[in-house]
């Protein structure tokens, strides 16, 4: 490569600092790829350091696992296995990323060979190239010196150029200026249209909340009449309620006291004294009812008032309308002032299109000229290339005669290395020339392509331009759109105010009486529950004490109830010692009849006695017997003693016989 760079200095030594720009292009390849393969080294020698580093690492572990085998050499056959297996797989782990490293250091060998390769190539081409433009410097050598009278006028033509480009510089300028004007007041005109929308529609927001708060209040205010209403009717239930809990319990109270006749009058007393309470109380709640209905009147006064209240608002809505009508016909006016704007700067627009326009038809007209005198200058340099081959021709027509003539020209050897030395000095001062000529023609280039950029810019203004009309007039139809839908809201909502109003009417009057008379109100029904609370718990204390007295009742009427029920248990048992008697007594009747009659047939006669079992009842009632047969034979004897007597000897033994009787009746009894 050094060799290489050698014969390229060698092959162009009076290369000047002014190289053309193809060669630079040329070079430039070069010196990025030097960069490239500078890089590749780098990279090379890194990855080196780090293969270097892993093999150290490598050489580490393993003489770690050499360690460890010989200081835990006592260690159980399982754990060795465990620890070999994990260093192991860590040598693979290392050993694979050593070959992957190596693989990938083979393939950045490749490719510094293939760039290597590349920039062998590259430094051919340039030293072809270089060649090729020290051919070119000696074709055009001959052209330069006859341009050299031609750059003057192509100087003036140059400076013409740059005058008439700042020019046109200049009018662009001024036309951003005014493009930036006109944005600046597109811009000025929409934000106004916009804050003039925004507020008319914070204001028609204002009205919808103001509906929405009056809706509110409304329904708060129909809340409030709900609730007076629910805690009246609750009251009114409450005071029925009691009535007919009060009735019932007089009418309980009536049932008991006629049950418990002792107790009869003092209930009739206290019932009077209740239906007379009550009837107070009936008179105070129709007199509470009188004032509600007086209340009620004072409701429909207010609601009167609200009317007229409400015919203020509907006054005052209709000014508030009529000035957002006034704000609209200014919006439409504004509207109409925008749109006159729009067309005076829309002709400014077409004017700065037209000086765009005209000096962009002078400067093509120039670039044009410009464009033939470069043309021309092309056809010179092709008629010197023709000569320069005539020329050759000539040369080796001179050469052939030379040889033939060689001693007549020695002496014009001389004069043929001067003019050498000459043609060397020409070459330089063409080549310094044909550089000027590239950077004329790079000038042009630029020129050209400053024209086209002109051109471009000016499309897109153009393009700009019809959008900003096309927005302009797509806000403007909005803004119209906007505007007609704003009238048709505000015929809308002035055709829905009636309805609004009626509505409005309705609860606004109601709100308004309420705020007016709530707090009377509240103030009444306060006293009202004060007062229907203080007779309830009258009332609870007259029914705790009628409570109290019905206990005492029902304590005295269960008393009488046991002894009644004890009373009848007694009657039953003594009927039915009745019963006993009365059968004792048949069959003691029945054996006196038998008896007597056998003492009186046989008088004389001794008693058979018949000796039997008997139990206890029947032995004291056989010996009753035998006292009662001992007296009657005592009596037999006393009547036999007296039979004399008349009547009252008769009438003696019946009556002993009577009392004997019921003196056994009464033992029985008390058996």
Not at 396 to 424: H, P
Not at 538 to 553: S, Y
Not at 567 to 580: A, I, Q, S, T, Y
Not at 585 to 590: G, Q, T
Request: aromatic fraction near 4%; glycine fraction near 4%.
């Amino acid at each position: 490569m050094a060799k290489k760079k050698n014969a390229h200095s060698t092959a162009a030594p009076a290369a000047p600092s002014s190289r053309p720009r193809e060669l630079s292009d040329v070079v430039k390849p070069r010196d990025s790829s030097q960069e490239e393969l500078e890089n590749l080294k780098t990279l090379n020698h890194m990855l080196l350091k780090e293969t270097v580093e892993r093999r150290g690492q490598l050489a580490d572990l393993r003489s770690k696992l050499d360690v460890l085998s010989e200081e835990h050499g006592f260690m159980s056959s399982i754990e060795h296995q465990v620890s070999s297996i994990s260093l192991s797989a860590l040598l693979l782990d290392a050993s694979s990323r050593l070959d992957a490293e190596a693989r990938e250091k083979g393939g950045i060998k490749k490719s510094l060979d293939f760039k290597e390769m590349k920039i062998q190539q590259l430094e051919s081409k340039i030293v072809c190239l270089e060649e090729q433009m020290e051919d070119m410097a000696t074709k055009y050598q001959e052209a330069v010196n006859r341009a050299r009278s031609g750059l003057g006028a192509l100087e003036v033509e140059k400076e013409e150029a740059k005058r008439r480009l700042a020019e046109k510089e200049h009018v662009i300028e001024e036309l951003k200026v005014g493009n930036s004007a006109l944005q600046k007041s597109r811009k000025e005109t929409e934000s106004k249209l916009s804050r003039e929308i925004d507020v008319l529609r914070r204001r028609m927001a204002e009205m919808a909340n103001e509906k929405e708060e009056i809706g509110r209040r409304l329904d708060e205010r129909e809340h409030d009449i709900q609730l007076l209403e629910c805690e009246k009717s609750f009251l009114e239930n409450e005071k029925k309620g009691m009535e007919l809990k009060l009735m019932a319990e007089i009418s309980e109270l009536e049932q008991r006291m006629l049950n418990n006749e002792l107790y009869f009058k003092l209930v009739e007393d206290e019932k009077g004294e209740r239906e007379i309470k009550f009837g107070e109380e009936i008179d105070t709640l129709k007199l509470r009812m009188e004032e509600m209905m007086h209340y009620i009147k004072q409701l429909e006064s207010a609601k009167h008032a609200a009317e007229e209240v409400k015919k203020e608002i509907e006054v005052s809505f209709e000014w508030k309308m009529q000035g957002m009508m006034v704000e609209v016909d200014g919006l439409n006016a504004r509207i109409v002032e925008i749109g006159r704007e729009r067309e005076a700067l829309e002709r400014k627009l077409a004017e700065k299109e037209a000086d765009v326009y005209r000096l962009t038809r002078n400067f093509e007209s120039v670039v044009d000229s410009l464009k033939g005198r470069i043309g021309e200058l092309e056809h010179c340099v092709r008629i010197l290339e023709g000569e320069r081959d005539g020329a050759e021709v000539e040369k080796r027509r001179m050469e052939t005669g030379f040889e033939l003539k060689k001693r007549e020209l020695v002496a014009e050897m001389d004069s043929m290395k001067q003019r050498i030395v000459d043609l060397g000095k020409d070459r330089q001062v063409f080549v310094r020339q044909l550089a000027e000529m590239d950077s004329l023609r790079g000038r042009v280039k630029e020129l050209e392509f400053h024209v086209n950029t002109l051109e471009e810019s000016r499309d897109e203004m153009e393009e700009e331009k019809r959008r900003m009309v096309l927005r302009f007039e797509s806000k403007t139809q909005v803004m119209v759109a906007e505007m007609d839908g704003l009238k048709n809201r505000i015929v809308e909502i002035a055709n829905e105010r009636n309805v609004f109003e009626r509505k409005l009417a309705d609860k606004e009057d109601y709100v308004k009486q309420l705020e007016r008379d709530g707090e009377k109100i509240a103030d009444g029904l306060r006293v009202q529950v004060m007062e229907l609370k203080k007779s309830k718990s009258e009332t609870e204390e007259v029914l705790a004490k009628l409570k109290a007295m019905l206990e005492v009742l029902q304590f005295d009427y269960d008393a009488e109830k046991k002894n009644v029920d004890a009373l009848m248990e007694d009657k039953k048992l003594v009927e039915n010692k009745l019963k006993d008697a009365e059968l004792k007594s048949v069959r003691v009747l029945a054996m006196l009849k038998s008896t007597a009659g056998a003492m009186q047939c046989r008088e004389e006669e001794k008693e058979n006695v018949v000796d039997y079992e008997m139990d206890e009842d029947d032995r004291v009632f056989a010996a009753e017997m035998n006292a009662i047969k001992d007296a009657f034979k005592c009596g037999l004897a006393e009547e036999r003693a007296k039979k004399k007597g008349g009547l009252w000897g008769w009438l003696y033994p019946a009556t002993s016989t009577i009392v004997a009787a019921v003196s056994l009746a009464y033992a029985a009894k008390g058996r």
